[in-house]
């Protein structure tokens, strides 16, 4: 009876915050998708992911001989142990050139609507195959690619394990299928996030809760929603004002390059947030080195509003829960180059 | 009665087999050891090899951050995928620079006399400080890599553990000491010609034992010996007739610039030759790219003779037999950097 007692007590004194919890997760729900198996499977098109291309795949994500110089691998830029990018701000490349642009992630990728800050890359099969030809990146061509599987009887052997019926199984778009095979392999599911999503009230504190509030109220969920929370569509950047120069030069006019069509003027592809907090720095011109300070912009560039520093802590706490498990990728051992193996140059 | 007749017959003509092996074998374990875990043990100088640094040391070898730039680490030029070196001939590092000599190999580097081809380090530790700090390697410096290890909570944590007796643990000095410990878990055990050391007739080849004959008889093992066959002992370059300058360029004196003694010009380190053949191209200066030709460049160079193709393919073969497992690694999750942290220049 006392037992009972106490029990509905504090079942009607914390009714409020189960009721608020709930409320945030179905207003959440209809935003955000938690990462589970289902959207894996549904994210890659058009290349049927086996374990001997995923097995593929790694070794050529991780070899350097993919580039002109052989010293540069998917993984120098995209590094898995930093987030699924580098240093930044931008990469460096071939001949210590710099990119134009920051290396985005590669984990959670394959949820990504396209690839590459300005969705020029259709999935991530096609945008594999740039960085490697880029003078300012990998450096290479196709042809020389190639010539390198050719050259290591290993590789060979593992692109007919992948390629079982394709009469030209050690080719360049086959390179890219592999890479992307092993890519949508890195996905990063059970963060706090995903949890409260999933039902777990106690994976966000009260802070963190709050700040899931503000990002939903405020519209940050409006560019930033989906499975990846962001790189789901296209949107302007500098809604509200322009952003400075560092920030959002004026010579890179985004995906206007990319559709020729004038109002892509300063559209990119909303950055996914999945954790967003292990890869400063942030912005395609990895610019902005605090989360707090991203933040900010975005609020006063996006929404024409100007956060207290309260509010901005509550959604840099939030985003923190986006953090998920981090891939396990064991260092792939690769086949041994030969005598007819291109030399690096 | 048939069936012993049998065996007799049999095992009268397989003695001059088994006592060839035999004798081979003797001969073989004069000159070389297999890597077993007595030699592991015994390998590592002044530095307790303990779980925690080893963890901390798998983590610093993989970490970029290390390096002025954040994007060489340890694992760009001794790349654990191949064969513990990079595609060379000498490796690439800040701004492009290229290294004067070609990288050696992290594979069980701990059974070396010293470190470098010329020595100049006494051990794994103190050769861990030297790419560091190289202006055409990693071009940082102790005070800048401590900053940013202080500034990573997650390694401040990781440092206490592998150093709990040290008043200040986060140190460029036990930086060192944990790559080290990590390196001194990188052997390669359980090659074919261990197991034929160890008694296991069938594990070479007629023709690799052949090289095994003639790699004695010709005196090869005099400068590749013990455990890691070869890094064993200083030796001139040169010694029957000099190599050209591609080859032994006149500029490199070698070790004579480590003791600044007129004796030791040319002379280096010998090679280690464990797993030699996953790691073209060969030589300090890594401008021979075959087996085939770095053997015959040995032959007449070290020991004035002129090999048969056939007995060139002989010890090339016995040297493929010096592949052992390769480690097995995981990739390492790095900490976040923070606002604190140097950033990349």
Same mark, same amino acid.
């Given at each position: 009876?006392?037992?009972?007692?106490?029990?509905?007590?504090? &079942?009607?004194? !914390?009714?409020?915050?189960?009721?608020?919890?709930?409320?945030?997760?179905?207003? &959440?729900?209809?935003?955000?998708?938690?990462?589970?198996?289902? =959207?894996?499977?549904?994210?890659?098109?058009?290349?049927?992911?086996?374990?001997?291309?995923?097995?593929?795949?790694?070794?050529?994500?991780?070899?350097?001989?993919?580039?002109?110089?052989?010293?540069?691998?998917?993984?120098?830029?995209?590094?898995?142990?930093?987030?699924?990018?580098?240093?930044?701000?931008?990469?460096?490349?071939?001949?210590?050139? %710099?990119?134009?642009?920051?290396?985005?992630?590669?984990?959670?990728?394959?949820?990504?609507?396209?690839?590459?800050?300005?969705?020029?890359?259709?999935?991530?099969? &096609?945008? &594999?195959?740039?960085?490697?030809?880029?003078?300012?990146?990998?450096?290479?061509?196709?042809?020389?690619?190639?010539?390198?599987?050719?050259?290591?009887?290993?590789?060979?052997?593992?692109? %007919?394990?992948?390629?079982?019926?394709?009469?030209?199984?050690? =080719?360049?778009?086959?390179?890219?299928?592999?890479?992307?095979?092993?890519?949508?392999?890195?996905?990063?599911?059970?963060?706090?996030?995903?949890?409260?999503?999933?039902?777990?009230?106690?994976? !966000?504190?009260?802070?963190?809760?709050?700040?899931?509030?503000?990002?939903?109220?405020?519209?940050?969920?409006?560019?930033?929603?989906?499975?990846?929370?962001?790189?789901?569509?296209?949107?302007?950047?500098?809604?509200?004002?322009?952003?400075?120069?560092?920030?959002?030069?004026?010579?890179?006019?985004?995906?206007?390059?990319?559709?020729?069509?004038?109002?892509?003027?300063?559209?990119?592809? =909303?950055?996914?947030?999945?954790?967003?907090?292990?890869?400063?720095?942030?912005?395609?011109?990895?610019?902005?080195?605090?989360?707090?300070?991203?933040?900010?912009?975005?609020?006063?560039?996006?929404?024409?509003?100007?956060? =207290? %520093?309260?509010?901005?802590?509550?959604?840099?706490?939030?985003?923190?829960?986006?953090?998920?498990?981090?891939? %396990?990728?064991?260092?792939?051992? !690769?086949?041994?180059?030969?005598?007819?193996?291109?030399?690096?140059?």
């Amino acid at each position: 009876m006392y037992r009972s007692w106490i029990a509905a007590a504090a &079942a009607t004194l !914390l009714a409020p915050a189960f009721a608020m919890a709930a409320d945030l997760r179905i207003d &959440a729900n209809a935003i955000f998708k938690p990462i589970d198996a289902a =959207s894996v499977a549904t994210a890659v098109k058009n290349n049927d992911i086996t374990a001997a291309k995923i097995e593929l795949g790694q070794k050529l994500f991780f070899d350097p001989r993919l580039s002109k110089s052989q010293i540069i691998s998917c993984n120098s830029c995209h590094n898995l142990g930093t987030g699924g990018v580098d240093a930044g701000p931008t990469s460096i490349g071939h001949g210590w050139a %710099k990119g134009p642009r920051r290396a985005p992630t590669v984990l959670n990728a394959v949820f990504n609507v396209a690839q590459f800050w300005d969705g020029r890359a259709v999935d991530l099969k &096609a945008q &594999a195959k740039g960085p490697v030809q880029a003078d300012v990146e990998m450096n290479n061509t196709p042809a020389e690619v190639e010539k390198t599987l050719n050259s290591i009887p290993a590789y060979v052997t593992a692109f %007919k394990a992948a390629f079982p019926s394709d009469p030209n199984p050690v =080719s360049f778009d086959n390179m890219a299928k592999a890479i992307e095979a092993f890519e949508a392999t890195l996905t990063t599911p059970n963060s706090r996030f995903d949890r409260f999503l999933k039902g777990e009230d106690a994976a !966000l504190n009260d802070v963190e809760k709050k700040g899931l509030r503000l990002f939903i109220d405020k519209g940050c969920g409006g560019c930033h929603g989906g499975v990846n929370i962001g790189g789901n569509g296209y949107f302007p950047f500098g809604v509200a004002q322009k952003p400075g120069e560092e920030i959002l030069p004026a010579a890179d006019k985004g995906r206007a390059k990319v559709t020729h069509d004038a109002a892509d003027e300063f559209v990119f592809r =909303s950055a996914p947030l999945r954790n967003v907090a292990l890869r400063a720095p942030y912005f395609h011109t990895g610019s902005v080195w605090t989360l707090e300070e991203a933040a900010d912009i975005m609020a006063k560039d996006q929404l024409g509003e100007t956060l =207290s %520093k309260e509010d901005l802590g509550a959604i840099v706490a939030f985003l923190g829960t986006l953090t998920g498990d981090q891939p %396990k990728v064991s260092y792939p051992m !690769l086949p041994s180059r030969t005598k007819d193996t291109p030399r690096p140059q």
